[in-house]
């Protein structure tokens, strides 16, 4: 399986590991992160969320080169602490979350998650969903459709291309994500077409529609922060705005001291907060980016708890 895990230095250090810390992976994909992680904590353990059967499925193989010492739980990171209190598991020493699509999974024409290989509309990390993306296209109303494109895709021309959605669907359903991509394509205006393909925006907003990858980024990370031991930190790579805002909002909530006594010289320690920033922001360098060209948009916090 050909994946590069992005920012893997940056994040596996971050982490700060030691021999025995018990770590989470709530993002395993095809187990790249993992790995390093497995490679550090030979007396530790790893705990490793996935949805996708099938990177559990190599994910649970491949880590066996590196150690033993690890568990697989599928399901949604949102379940993380509901997931590890059953495994008797209530403090851990660092999480990491790489929120970005599997190159793998793009790739794989029929997962539906790209516009450049003809697949049926599909979109869905855990194949046992429900909801996928034909569903989306082929039922959603034209405003929930406009909701999705605006808030998710931050597309400028939403309504014109949900209106072209709907009036397509009138003749018949949509069923591939090259049609998709061809009516997408055919809602703006040419010199849009020249700058990027406009269904990169619009299939970003229907995935994460379908795997509700932002209504539960809040609670996961709030969960991962509780979870914490004093001196285990939070790493988390984002790979689009949206993400990244919500992270970074989540991080200063916790580091904020309040203005009423920022300026004092000797703040009770009652007073400060039980997190603090290990980092702002760190960005893939020009070396990575041309190497893997995904990993363009990426950023990472880190955040560490100290009481």
């Not at 790489?98 to 794989?108: A, P």
């Not at 269904?199 to 509780?226: G, M, S, T």
């Not at 060209?293 to 009481?307: D, E, F, G, T, Y």
């Amino acid at each position: 399986m050909k994946h590069i895990s992005v920012l893997k230095k940056e994040a596996i250090d971050g982490l700060n590991l030691k021999e025995d810390s018990i770590i989470v992976d709530a993002t395993l994909g095809f187990g790249g992160h993992s790995s390093s992680i497995l490679e550090r904590i030979n007396k530790g353990h790893l705990f490793a969320f996935d949805q996708d059967s099938e990177a559990i499925e190599y994910s649970t193989e491949f880590l066996k080169k590196f150690g033993t010492n690890f568990t697989i739980i599928k399901s949604n990171f949102v379940n993380m602490k509901e997931e590890l209190n059953k495994r008797n598991i209530t403090k851990v020493d660092g999480i990491l979350f790489d929120l970005g699509v599997s190159s793998v999974q793009l790739d794989e024409g029929e997962r539906g998650f790209s516009y450049h290989q003809d697949a049926r509309l599909d979109m869905r990390m855990d194949k046992d969903n429900a909801l996928d993306a034909y569903i989306v296209v082929n039922t959603y109303s034209k405003e929930d459709l406009i909701r999705i494109f605006r808030d998710y895709g931050e597309s400028k021309y939403a309504v014109s291309i949900a209106n072209n959605i709907v009036k397509e669907r009138q003749n018949s359903n949509i069923e591939t994500t090259l049609e998709l991509a061809e009516i997408i394509k055919n809602s703006v205006p040419e010199k849009e077409r020249r700058k990027h393909h406009p269904a990169r925006q619009i299939f970003q907003a229907i995935r994460i529609e379908v795997n509700h990858e932002l209504e539960y980024l809040p609670k996961a990370i709030n969960d991962a922060l509780d979870l914490l031991n004093v001196g285990g930190r939070v790493c988390v790579i984002t790979f689009h705005s949206l993400e990244d805002r919500i992270v970074k909002n989540i991080f200063k909530e916790k580091t904020n001291i309040p203005d009423e006594i920022k300026g004092l010289p000797n703040i009770p320690s009652e007073y400060l907060p039980d997190y603090e920033l290990v980092c702002k922001r760190i960005k893939p360098s020009k070396e990575e980016i041309e190497m893997n060209a995904r990993s363009r948009s990426a950023v990472l916090r880190i955040i560490k708890r100290v009481k």
